[in-house]
Every structure is written in C-alpha cells, then in structure tokens.
C-alpha cells in the first residue's frame, strides 16, 4: 500500500536549518507530482510547496520564498524540503502528501518542526 514517511523535524533555534525527507513507496514516485503542507499550532494545514514529476516545476508559498526549497530524488523515491533562515513562525507539523484526481489524497504522518526564538 502507499506509504509516505516524514523525517528531519526537531528543535532548531531561530536562524537556524532543517531538511525534512519523504520517503515514498506503493506507487510511481517518478510520475507523481508532490507536495508539502504544513499545519501550525491553531491554525488549518497550508500549502508550503510543491514539485512536479516530470519537468521538476517548483511552487513555494509567499512566507518561505527564498528560504525553502523542494527537491526530489527519484532514484531514492524521496522528496526533501530544505529549510533555512527558520524562525518561530515556521514552527508546525510538516506533511508531505502526494494529489490524486477522484480519490483521497494521500498524506504522510507529519514531522514536528519546533524554531525557538
């Protein structure tokens, strides 16, 4: 069955760097377009990035532009998340999730991402 596996998160003080990871496996990582959401404490899931399959197009919400970058790699079946300059508002769970068309979307567990000031 599918399977997408968040790893990374921890405590880091402000300023500081993360790289979060997606494992992936159940499906064609290669051809599914993915995706990073995160969820604050209070507040709804947000979209924080997204990368297509095939020409690696890459998307970033407003507040991490500059600071967050998405990648893939497809030999790995794994997504990563970048990211830098972190400061307390970044502090959340991070999902990764993979969209489909006609069916549920496909979510990870999520991964605790706590900046402290």
């Known amino acids: 069955q599918v399977q997408l596996v968040e790893s990374g998160g921890g405590l880091v003080q402000s300023g500081g760097s993360l790289r979060l990871s997606c494992a992936a496996s159940g499906f064609a990582f290669s051809t599914a377009a993915m995706r990073w959401y995160r969820q604050r404490p209070g507040k709804g899931r947000e979209l924080v990035a997204s990368i297509t399959s095939i020409s690696n197009s890459v998307t970033y919400a407003e507040s991490v532009k500059g600071r967050f970058t998405i990648s893939r790699d497809n030999a790995k079946n794994t997504m990563y998340l970048q990211m830098s300059s972190l400061n307390p508002e970044d502090t959340a769970v991070y999902y990764c999730?993979?969209?489909?068309?006609?069916?549920?979307?496909?979510w990870g567990q999520g991964t605790q991402v706590t900046v402290s000031s």
């Open positions: 999730m993979r969209p489909k068309l006609g069916t549920p979307d496909d």
